[in-house]
């Protein structure tokens, strides 16, 4: 199955990259970030517990492997509670909102400070030594 | 086995100290934090707000305290009523607290406990607590942070229901507390009786007795607390008719209190185990939760004797090894050729209390319980033989192990091991600085992100609380547990672990139990408070105000339930039909819910939303500086939802 996963990307990104190519509304990618619930696992800003701020590899390299990503996630009906991320059909995100919806995530950024100008981080940094005082 | 002194009867408790003392003493840990500024301070609490209950004078803040005393000589009813008795075996037992929102059927106890003895209201002293369920939090908070329990007192079969999720957690998070349920069979409300209160949650108690004359009471108390201090640790119930509180005790004679037995093991496998441990390549010690602060030295002891490396649990729940000491860590070689679990798995031997399903046998009836308590479904990850396990309380055997060790010490092994522990110690420094720079650098991410990140909620507070004696209360599952390699959990209370059920609504009131703890111990209390939690339970926040808890809370106020919002999302997502209406029945917006107003209702200092994170560090200042000069402070921090 592992041999097979990038072949199955391929046949649908060639299905799938003509059609994602009209103009895009950033406005309408930000709506469904917060309607669609991203923000749950990658944050108000994309910088969240899983991350997606600033990501050029992987699925955010291109619109089109985006809209597969969204597309080829678990369907399974869970027996146990799960946080993964869900699959969205195109009757729920279709190809347009998909585009929307990457060129918003696309602008988001986070470009936090180095260590050194971060006071707290140095400070624990600076001060970082096995205490041995204990009870 | 052998007989354990039990060390809590014995106890060098600390010198009671009146509030004003405290606010003394905190004032040189307060020049730590600096001065603050207050010019961006929402500040919001102001003290003695308009009522109509007046505000307390002076000398009811007197003897709140101890200082005024009542009246020595007694021309009522009763010369010496039988709650006199039932408080001083509490006395005798060193119950420091004992919580409670009051009640007709408690209420001769009650008198007693704020009028008798030399310092009345004093072991235990009365902590007014705004609902049952906070009550046993608050117990269930302390216990983790003594390893001895205090006591609560609820009325009849209603105040008992109250308690009884927060009973089920302490239950399975072994945890002792001493229930004391009052019963008046000539009430006239007939339904606050019955004839077996206790059966209400006998399948999640450790034991319960209704005895029936004031000197079985007296028996019964002594019995309750042993019950609950020996493993597995959990509540216990002593059901306790009006009649024999009130009643007159004439000459009665407080029972003589005999210590608990710990079932340890034999001195055959100790010899064993020492045996190993001395002629091990490279031992290991995996350390879990122990019972009390003595338990930790021991283990300590006995690490530093056989020079083995130390795996501890102390960044998931309180009483395990310090996490910083020379030997916790993989160490310089992790081919481990044998390990000794202490209430732990080891792969060689594995010395484990009795599980709660061992005491649920007996308790767990099915016609009134759930038909048996259960062990969590995630099995251990380890070998599940269980031939190498041995069930006996791991905290009492340690010292049979060291007094084996030594005898077995020879000079060549000592030398060994003295260079086996500097290796230890060199490597897991060299690990530590290696992983923290890690760490660091994960914290960065999203480090101006507005909402405020938990890495950063969690990073610029550390320097701060650094160099105090700090306890974080509040299980951190839902806030990403960003104190772990980046904290030190070095006390027996550094992390007090999670809920005990996952049951919703503990945080506030574990978290006023540790500020009970940490209350004259010139020690703080940090609470980084779920919303969603705290609007189970949020009277905890009066009590905090009322006894002056040193108690920090920090709301990670990512305004919703969020791991149902997950949760349902992702059901949405399989099932196609959308995720875009997951905020129903999840959320908690239209109108959001302002904490900090919240917490000035109940007398608790508080700033914010502060959804600005430059704003972090100065507000954590001015709280910290409230909390060492002794009173609790709360920060509403919108935040980031994981």
Redesign the interface.
């Known amino acids: 199955m592992k041999k097979l996963t990038p072949l199955i990307f391929l046949l649908a990104l060639f299905l799938y990259g003509p059609i994602i190519n009209s103009a895009t509304n950033m406005e309408n990618g930000a709506s469904l970030y917060l ?3 991203c ?3 990658h ?3 994309g ?3 899983h ?1 997606i ?1 600033n990501n050029v590899s992987g699925i955010m390299s291109s619109e089109a492997l985006f809209t597969i990503f969204l597309r080829l ?6 027996m146990t ?9 195109a ?2 995100i279709n190809d347009k909102q998909a585009q929307d919806l990457y060129a918003y995530i696309k602008t988001l950024t ?1 470009n ?4 050194e100008n ?4 140095k ?3 600076d ?2 030594n ?6 | 086995m052998i007989i354990i002194k039990d060390s809590s009867k014995n106890k060098d408790f600390k010198k009671k100290v009146t509030r004003r003392l405290f606010l003394g003493t905190s004032a040189s840990a307060a020049a730590l934090i600096g001065s603050t500024s207050n010019a961006n301070s929402q500040t919001t609490a102001k003290k003695n707000p308009v009522a109509s209950v007046p505000a307390p004078s002076e000398s009811q803040l007197d003897r709140d305290v101890g200082t005024l005393k009542p009246p020595v000589s007694i021309e009522r009813a009763a010369q010496r009523p039988g709650s006199d008795l039932m408080v001083q075996v509490l006395k005798d037992l060193n119950i420091e607290f004992i919580a409670a929102n009051p009640a007709s059927s408690f209420e001769g106890l009650q008198e007693s406990i704020i009028n008798y003895g030399s310092m009345p209201n004093t072991m235990p002293e009365l902590i007014t607590a705004l609902h049952e369920e906070s009550a046993v939090d608050m117990a269930h908070g302390y216990a983790k942070c003594e390893g001895a329990p205090m006591a609560v007192m609820l009325h009849g079969t209603v105040g008992l229901q109250h308690a009884s999720m927060a009973i089920y957690q302490a239950y399975h998070d072994k945890t002792p507390v001493i229930i004391i349920v009052g019963r008046d069979d000539k009430f006239f409300r007939q339904e606050q009786t019955a004839n077996d209160i206790a059966g209400l949650t006998r399948a999640f108690t450790k034991w319960d007795a209704q005895p029936t004359s004031l000197k079985d009471t007296l028996v019964a108390i002594q019995r309750a607390y042993k019950e609950a201090i020996t493993p597995p640790m959990g509540p216990t119930v002593i059901v306790i008719d009006t009649e024999f509180q009130k009643e007159e005790a004439g000459e009665l004679k407080i029972p003589i209190y005999t210590p608990p037995i710990f079932k340890t093991i034999n001195k055959k496998q100790a010899k064993k185990i020492a045996q190993n441990l001395m002629e091990a390549k490279n031992p290991r010690m995996q350390v879990g939760k122990l019972r009390t602060p003595e338990g930790i030295l021991n283990a300590i002891k006995l690490a530093e004797l056989s020079g083995c490396s130390v795996r501890t649990a102390a960044t998931n729940l309180s009483m395990s090894f310090p996490e910083r000491h020379p030997q916790s860590g993989k160490g310089n070689d992790t081919n481990y050729d044998y390990v000794l679990g202490l209430e732990s798995d080891g792969a060689d031997v594995s010395i484990q209390g009795p599980s709660l399903l061992s005491n649920a046998e007996n308790r767990d009836l099915a016609e009134i319980g759930f038909g048996f308590i259960r062990d969590p479904v995630i099995p251990p990850r380890r070998d599940l033989s269980g031939k190498n396990d041995i069930t006996a309380d791991a905290e009492a055997s340690i010292p049979i192990i060291i007094e084996q060790f030594k005898r077995l010490q020879t000079q060549e092994a000592l030398d060994k091991i003295s260079v086996r522990i500097l290796r230890h110690e060199t490597a897991n420094t060299e690990n530590y600085e290696k992983e923290l720079k890690k760490t660091l650098e994960k914290k960065r991410k999203g480090w101006d992100s507005s909402p405020v990140s938990l890495a950063r909620l969690y990073s610029e507070l550390w320097p701060l609380i650094r160099d105090l004696d700090w306890c974080l209360s509040s299980p951190t599952v839902f806030s990403s547990r960003h104190h772990v390699g980046l904290w030190d959990h070095n006390k027996p209370y550094s992390y007090l672990g999670m809920h005990g059920a996952g049951g919703i609504g503990y945080c506030i009131g574990a978290s006023a139990g540790a500020g009970l703890a940490a209350k004259d111990r010139n020690r703080i209390v940090i609470n980084i408070q779920c919303d969603g939690d705290l609007n189970f339970t949020p009277g905890s926040l009066w009590t905090a105000a009322h006894h002056k808890l040193p108690l920090l809370t920090i709301m990670h106020n990512n305004r919703g339930y969020h791991q149902e919002v997950m949760y349902l999302h992702y059901m949405a997502g399989v099932r196609g039909r959308g995720s875009d209406r997951m905020h129903i029945g999840t959320t908690l917006r239209e109108p959001f819910i302002d904490y900090a107003k919240l917490a000035e209702a109940y007398g608790v200092q508080s700033e914010g939303p502060i959804e600005d994170p430059e704003q972090l560090a100065a507000a954590y200042k001015r709280g910290i500086k409230t909390v060492l000069s002794g009173e609790p402070y709360l920060i509403d921090v919108i935040t980031e939802p994981r």
């Open positions: 309607d669609h619930g923000y749950a696992c944050g108000y800003n910088t969240g517990r991350p701020a996630r678990a369907d399974i009906n869970p509670p799960s946080n993964s991320m869900p699959n969205y059909s009757a729920v986070d936090p400070p180095q260590i971060i006071p707290a981080l400070d624990i940094l001060n970082a096995r205490k041995t005082e204990y009870e």
